[in-house]
């Protein structure tokens, strides 16, 4: 019953989801209030309906409905609670519902938090929301639905897959579809914007803290996806440059430049038409993301279910979405008019060449990724696009943005002036070069020229954004937070080049073999191999490989590698042995039995690691700042007072 | 210099800056691009020895071999037609069984024996590489069977 | 005018892409339609494989849904899906024909000892004629058949759970048997 319940709900919430677009869309374009007055019930009854719709699902899972084919594929008898709840956003359906939820919820949060907007207004955001509603709903519904009951009911479930038993990965999904589906709130901002062909620039002031929080968790969510992948596929990588991770990286780009763009819009008037785009190209990449993941059209280690129905279903939806929005653009954006012009090394040249170097980043990124597919559609073979090609398409344009950083910063809106950040800027550029020099020297065994550049880069960076507070030290109570914000994400941007410069130069991977009692050293740490013993978790059997590290005769940490079995059948997982200092990670993972009395083995030395992952969540840490700041509470306190 | 010029000064330089970038992104593309190859394929049009490819198919049921205790691996990749030697000196994925569909990326050296240098394998278990799938379609050889009775 | 165009280009831009993304969803090499699907399944007789003075003959199974399995010890793919057709054979009462495609019978009787016989019946093609009629170009496929005896779905490759709860499971419910 309960399963059917969900069915239900969710049928109910498309009927709502499609009077919160018409209400919202008609009732602006006609000014009936009572019509804009109905989407909003609509959002909120939709919203409970998800809500009621995914708690059934949730309640399948926890007890143990194996008549659900979903459940039944999903999880089974022996998985713990905490994941039987995560495995209910563990596959391709339940992920789908909650993408809905989280929709719904951005809607709900618009009508509660954005009364400062004139109702029209808010009723055309509501409704384009709407409309992108309706579409993930009918996706749900007619390839991908949850409740879909077995017949006869399996006896036992099949299981969640091993790999995503594991925390950060219950919590990875959600955040970055939190920050996926809250790009649709600036696209819905855009598309409204162009409706009415608004010449006012207000509607950026109201969509930035939007723009930051979906930036940020989605920030969040990368970053959380990306230190899963190091601990838990065994492989002691970052970062692959894997189809479905370009895929979310994309739109974090765009996202990042929309972020930049809009204050320029915001503050100076300029950039709107190229503001509008970003916010319809930022929502358009995370649903091609959507795309690829869900299709099947690129080979990806990330296989999610594939099915080309569901593919065709989400390319329709794309192009009714993205096709319709830039439809939209090419008719209202040409009559956006810029007022007045810039100096070129005003904060407004500085953002524009952020833009540009971000934009130019995600481009290039998105040939790399859809080259494979271009070739294969033109029958010219089966190719694949090396990550090497990702690395130097990133860097390339990321070298110059981080230089620009250290002065954009300080540069003042409208007229080319650096004023008195100028010579402490310049002054910290030899202080960071010695204390690359001084880094390499202390830390690590030869020089080398791109280490010495990224960490003379990365520490340049991070003095520079302490100038400005530094030199307000006496008046910091009186800062907006929109300023500490902007500070903190800059420093993790110099945070997070120093990581990636650390371990990009300086890692050390071995694979091994080695009997009990035999060590390795890399980097002054001997690794001696103690042995195997058997251990027995709750769902699963493992063999454990221990290590004992020592460094100039000194313990240093005694490490743990397995190689579990799942009960529930299946392949073997290798679960890391990991030890965390500032300075670098030590990383060991058991391989097989060789025979012989030896073990297979990876060991790894991977400096500075631990400054990429708290590099990226500095930033995300500023982004909430910056949300904070008054400017956008003010409005809402404002608001609040007037009569509703 | 008047407003308007600085502009155009402007636009110059970010269309210049990003064609720069662009223009070394594509260098590193033409060198990134890596070809897949199936076994048949490998044998009828060898990709010269210096250039990393990757190759795709079955590893073969009973061809995996090591010397005790050596961690150098050796197995025999199929597409149900030609079979290719492969070594590995590496760990293996997880999933990585005979039987089973993987992908690995190294050089073919002239002795026909294929170095590779990374083995991936699927990462689910309804899940096979696309190309490997449609490598698998040859039609079998009469030799093959032969080969299978031997 | 220029600058309007200017802004009609990230719309050509999608189109183009979404143009590419079209053909790329219809790439996927299983998905290759048989002119067989729809057709009268072909008929055959082939000898048992357990027992050469018999015949396995389709003609013996029409009136209800059957499937036919084409396999070989040779091929890889049909060691990989020979959980599945156990799987099948175990949880539904369609039977299974084999057909064991260019074999040789001591190592296509000891497979099914070692691994398990999901079939009902396995005749031996060893010279492919069989194959030939049903189309077959590579090992595995899997050919399902309808009681009125027409071909419902093709496989081609390993079977999979999820290929046979997709593709397979839909169209033997609206044979109501």
Same mark, same amino acid.
């Given at each position: 019953?309960?399963?059917?319940?969900?069915?239900?709900?969710?049928?109910?919430?498309?009927?709502?989801?499609?009077?919160?677009?018409?209400?919202?869309?008609?009732?602006?374009?006609?000014?009936?209030?009572?019509?804009?007055?109905?989407?909003?019930?609509?959002?909120?009854?939709?919203?409970?309906?998800?809500?009621?719709?995914?708690?059934?699902?949730?309640?399948?899972?926890?007890?143990?409905?194996?008549?659900?084919?979903?459940?039944?594929?999903?999880?089974?008898?022996?998985?713990?609670?905490?994941?039987?709840?995560?495995?209910?956003?563990?596959?391709?359906?339940?992920?789908?519902?909650?993408?809905?939820?989280?929709?719904?919820?951005?809607?709900?949060?618009?009508?509660?938090?954005?009364?400062?907007?004139?109702?029209?207004?808010?009723?055309?955001?509501?409704?384009?929301?709407?409309?992108?509603?309706?579409?993930?709903?009918?996706?749900?519904?007619?390839?991908?639905?949850?409740?879909?009951?077995?017949?006869?009911?399996?006896?036992?479930?099949?299981?969640?897959?091993?790999?995503?038993?594991?925390?950060?990965?219950?919590?990875?999904?959600?955040?970055?579809?939190?920050?996926?589906?809250?790009?649709?709130?600036?696209?819905?901002?855009?598309?409204?914007?162009?409706?009415?062909?608004?010449?006012?620039?207000?509607?950026?002031?109201?969509?930035?803290?939007?723009?930051?929080?979906?930036?940020?968790?989605?920030?969040?969510?990368?970053?959380?996806?990306?230190?899963?992948?190091?601990?838990?596929?065994?492989?002691?990588?970052?970062?692959?440059?894997?189809?479905?991770?370009?895929?979310?990286?994309?739109?974090?780009?765009?996202?990042?430049?929309?972020?930049?763009?809009?204050?320029?819009?915001?503050?100076?008037?300029?950039?709107?038409?190229?503001?509008?785009?970003?916010?319809?190209?930022?929502?358009?990449?995370?649903?091609?993301?959507?795309?690829?993941?869900?299709?099947?059209?690129?080979? *990806?280690?990330? %296989? @999610? $279910?594939?099915?080309?129905?569901?593919?065709?279903?989400?390319?329709?939806? /794309? +192009? #009714?979405?993205?096709?319709?929005?830039?439809?939209?653009?090419?008719?209202?954006?040409?009559?956006?008019?810029?007022?007045?012009?810039?100096?070129?090394?005003?904060?407004?040249?500085?953002?524009?060449?952020?833009?540009?170097?971000?934009?130019?980043?995600?481009?290039?990124?998105?040939?790399?990724?859809?080259?494979?597919?271009?070739?294969?559609?033109?029958?010219?073979?089966?190719?694949?696009?090396?990550?090497?090609?990702?690395?130097?398409?990133?860097?390339?344009?990321?070298?110059?943005?981080?230089?620009?950083?250290?002065?954009?910063?300080?540069?003042?809106?409208?007229?080319?002036?650096?004023?008195?950040?100028?010579?402490?800027?310049?002054?910290?550029?030899?202080?960071?070069?010695?204390?690359?020099?001084?880094?390499?020297?202390?830390?690590?065994?030869?020089? *080398?020229?791109? %280490? @010495? $550049?990224?960490?003379?880069?990365?520490?340049?960076?991070?003095?520079?954004? /302490? +100038? #400005?507070?530094?030199?307000?030290?006496?008046?910091?109570?009186?800062?907006?937070?929109?300023?500490?914000?902007?500070?903190?994400?800059?420093?993790?941007?110099?945070?997070?080049?120093?990581?990636?410069?650390?371990?990009?130069?300086?890692?050390?991977?071995?694979?091994?073999?080695?009997?009990?009692?035999?060590?390795?050293?890399?980097?002054?740490?001997?690794?001696?191999?103690?042995?195997?013993?058997?251990?027995?978790?709750?769902?699963?059997?493992?063999?454990?490989?221990?290590?004992?590290?020592?460094?100039?005769?000194?313990?240093?940490?005694?490490?743990?590698?397995?190689?579990?079995?799942?009960?529930?059948?299946?392949?073997?997982?290798?679960?890391?042995?990991?030890?965390?200092?500032?300075?670098?990670?030590?990383?060991?993972?058991?391989?097989?039995?060789?025979?012989?009395?030896?073990?297979?083995?990876?060991?790894?030395?991977?400096?500075?690691?631990?400054?990429?992952? /708290?590099? #990226?969540?500095?930033?995300?840490?500023?982004?909430?700042?910056?949300?904070?700041?008054?400017?956008?509470?003010?409005?809402?306190?404002?608001?609040?007072?007037?009569?509703? | 210099?008047?407003?308007?010029?600085?502009?155009?000064?402007?636009?110059?330089?970010?269309?210049?800056?990003?064609?720069?970038?662009?223009?070394?992104?594509?260098?590193?593309?033409?060198?990134?691009?890596?070809?897949?190859?199936?076994?048949?394929?490998?044998?009828?049009?060898?990709?010269?020895?210096?250039?990393?490819?990757?190759?795709?198919?079955?590893?073969?049921?009973?061809?995996?071999?090591?010397?005790?205790?050596?961690?150098?691996?050796?197995?025999?990749?199929?597409?149900?037609?030609?079979?290719?030697?492969?070594?590995?000196?590496?760990?293996?994925?997880?999933?990585?069984?005979?039987?089973?569909?993987?992908?690995?990326?190294?050089?073919?050296?002239?002795?026909?024996?294929?170095?590779?240098?990374?083995?991936?394998?699927?990462?689910?278990?309804?899940?096979?590489?696309?190309?490997?799938?449609?490598?698998?379609?040859?039609?079998?050889?009469?030799?093959?069977?032969?080969?299978?009775?031997? | 005018?220029?600058?309007?165009?200017?802004?009609?280009?990230?719309?050509?831009?999608?189109?183009?892409?979404?143009?590419?993304?079209?053909?790329?969803?219809?790439?996927?090499?299983?998905?290759?339609?048989?002119?067989?699907?729809?057709?009268?399944?072909?008929?055959?007789?082939?000898?048992?494989?357990?027992?050469?003075?018999?015949?396995?003959?389709?003609?013996?199974?029409?009136?209800?849904?059957?499937?036919?399995?084409?396999?070989?010890?040779?091929?890889?793919?049909?060691?990989?899906?020979?959980?599945?057709?156990?799987?099948?054979?175990?949880?539904?009462?369609?039977?299974?024909?084999?057909?064991?495609?260019?074999?040789?019978?001591?190592?296509?009787?000891?497979?099914?000892?070692?691994?398990?016989?999901?079939?009902?019946?396995?005749?031996?093609?060893?010279?492919?004629?069989?194959?030939?009629?049903?189309?077959?170009?590579?090992?595995?496929?899997?050919?399902?058949?309808?009681?009125?005896?027409?071909?419902?779905?093709?496989?081609?490759?390993?079977?999979?759970?999820?290929?046979?709860?997709?593709?397979?499971?839909?169209?033997?419910?609206?044979?109501?048997?």
């Amino acid at each position: 019953m309960i399963p059917e319940l969900g069915h239900f709900a969710l049928v109910l919430a498309l009927l709502l989801a499609l009077g919160q677009s018409w209400f919202g869309l008609l009732g602006a374009a006609r000014g009936r209030v009572a019509w804009m007055r109905a989407a909003e019930t609509s959002v909120a009854g939709q919203w409970w309906l998800l809500l009621l719709s995914f708690a059934a699902l949730v309640w399948s899972f926890v007890r143990f409905d194996f008549s659900v084919a979903y459940v039944a594929n999903t999880s089974n008898s022996l998985l713990p609670l905490f994941y039987r709840i995560a495995a209910a956003w563990g596959g391709h359906e339940g992920s789908l519902l909650l993408w809905a939820l989280i929709l719904a919820s951005w809607s709900a949060a618009i009508v509660f938090f954005s009364r400062q907007m004139p109702l029209p207004f808010r009723s055309r955001v509501l409704g384009i929301l709407g409309l992108v509603s309706v579409g993930f709903i009918l996706f749900l519904l007619s390839t991908s639905n949850p409740f879909d009951r077995l017949m006869p009911a399996a006896p036992e479930g099949r299981d969640l897959n091993p790999l995503l038993q594991d925390f950060a990965l219950a919590v990875h999904p959600p955040t970055l579809y939190l920050g996926y589906v809250g790009l649709a709130v600036p696209f819905a901002f855009a598309c409204a914007t162009l409706l009415e062909g608004r010449q006012e620039v207000d509607w950026a002031r109201w969509a930035r803290p939007w723009t930051l929080v979906a930036w940020l968790c989605l920030t969040v969510g990368i970053t959380l996806g990306s230190w899963w992948a190091y601990y838990e596929l065994g492989w002691g990588g970052y970062w692959f440059w894997d189809p479905v991770e370009n895929a979310s990286f994309m739109p974090w780009l765009m996202a990042t430049a929309l972020v930049h763009s809009l204050a320029v819009t915001e503050k100076r008037g300029l950039f709107r038409s190229w503001t509008l785009l970003l916010a319809v190209s930022a929502f358009s990449l995370s649903l091609l993301g959507t795309f690829l993941v869900r299709s099947g059209v690129l080979v *990806s280690v990330h %296989a @999610f $279910a594939t099915d080309p129905s569901r593919g065709l279903f989400i390319l329709g939806f /794309l +192009v #009714a979405v993205i096709g319709g929005a830039l439809t939209l653009y090419a008719w209202r954006a040409p009559a956006l008019q810029a007022p007045g012009g810039f100096a070129p090394t005003s904060r407004e040249a500085f953002l524009l060449f952020n833009n540009a170097l971000l934009v130019a980043a995600a481009g290039l990124i998105l040939v790399g990724t859809l080259y494979p597919l271009f070739m294969d559609a033109l029958g010219l073979g089966k190719i694949s696009v090396g990550p090497p090609y990702f690395g130097i398409a990133f860097l390339v344009p990321m070298v110059p943005l981080l230089l620009l950083m250290v002065f954009g910063m300080h540069a003042a809106w409208k007229y080319s002036r650096l004023g008195t950040a100028k010579r402490p800027l310049l002054m910290l550029l030899p202080l960071a070069l010695l204390a690359a020099v001084g880094l390499i020297l202390a830390g690590y065994d030869h020089f *080398s020229l791109a %280490a @010495f $550049a990224g960490f003379g880069v990365a520490l340049w960076l991070m003095g520079s954004s /302490l +100038v #400005a507070p530094w030199q307000r030290r006496d008046r910091w109570r009186s800062l907006p937070a929109g300023f500490w914000g902007m500070t903190l994400a800059h420093f993790g941007v110099g945070l997070f080049t120093l990581g990636v410069t650390g371990v990009e130069s300086y890692r050390i991977e071995r694979d091994l073999s080695l009997a009990p009692g035999e060590s390795a050293t890399l980097m002054g740490y001997a690794f001696r191999f103690d042995g195997t013993r058997e251990v027995q978790g709750p769902n699963y059997a493992a063999v454990e490989g221990s290590f004992t590290v020592t460094r100039e005769g000194q313990p240093v940490t005694v490490l743990t590698s397995q190689k579990r079995l799942y009960a529930s059948g299946g392949n073997p997982m290798t679960e890391a042995g990991i030890h965390v200092s500032p300075r670098r990670d030590l990383f060991v993972a058991l391989g097989e039995d060789l025979g012989a009395g030896k073990w297979s083995m990876r060991l790894q030395y991977k400096p500075l690691i631990r400054y990429v992952w /708290l590099g #990226a969540l500095l930033m995300a840490l500023g982004g909430l700042l910056a949300t904070a700041d008054r400017r956008y509470r003010v409005q809402l306190r404002q608001e609040e007072g007037q009569p509703a | 210099m008047t407003p308007r010029q600085k502009r155009i000064w402007m636009v110059v330089g970010i269309v210049g800056g990003v064609g720069l970038a662009a223009t070394l992104a594509l260098q590193a593309f033409q060198d990134n691009l890596m070809y897949f190859q199936s076994p048949t394929q490998v044998l009828e049009q060898p990709i010269a020895g210096e250039r990393s490819f990757r190759l795709g198919g079955l590893v073969e049921p009973g061809s995996v071999t090591r010397e005790p205790g050596n961690l150098e691996v050796r197995f025999r990749i199929t597409d149900n037609v030609e079979a290719i030697e492969v070594s590995y000196a590496g760990l293996l994925p997880d999933l990585f069984r005979e039987g089973q569909g993987v992908i690995v990326r190294g050089k073919l050296g002239a002795d026909g024996l294929f170095v590779a240098e990374e083995v991936l394998a699927k990462h689910d278990e309804n899940y096979m590489p696309p190309e490997v799938a449609e490598s698998l379609r040859m039609p079998p050889l009469i030799k093959q069977v032969e080969a299978g009775g031997a | 005018m220029m600058r309007k165009l200017l802004f009609v280009l990230p719309g050509i831009a999608f189109i183009l892409l979404a143009a590419f993304l079209v053909q790329g969803l219809f790439l996927d090499p299983s998905r290759i339609p048989s002119p067989l699907i729809g057709a009268p399944a072909p008929q055959f007789a082939l000898p048992d494989l357990a027992d050469s003075s018999r015949q396995v003959s389709n003609r013996d199974w029409t009136g209800s849904p059957y499937l036919v399995n084409v396999w070989g010890t040779w091929c890889a793919g049909c060691r990989e899906e020979h959980e599945v057709l156990l799987d099948i054979a175990r949880d539904s009462d369609l039977p299974i024909l084999g057909i064991n495609w260019k074999d040789q019978r001591e190592l296509a009787l000891r497979w099914l000892a070692e691994l398990g016989n999901p079939y009902s019946a396995v005749g031996a093609d060893l010279e492919g004629r069989v194959a030939i009629d049903w189309g077959v170009y590579g090992a595995p496929e899997t050919f399902l058949v309808g009681a009125d005896g027409r071909v419902l779905w093709k496989h081609i490759g390993p079977l999979t759970l999820e290929a046979w709860r997709v593709d397979f499971l839909p169209r033997l419910a609206g044979q109501g048997s």
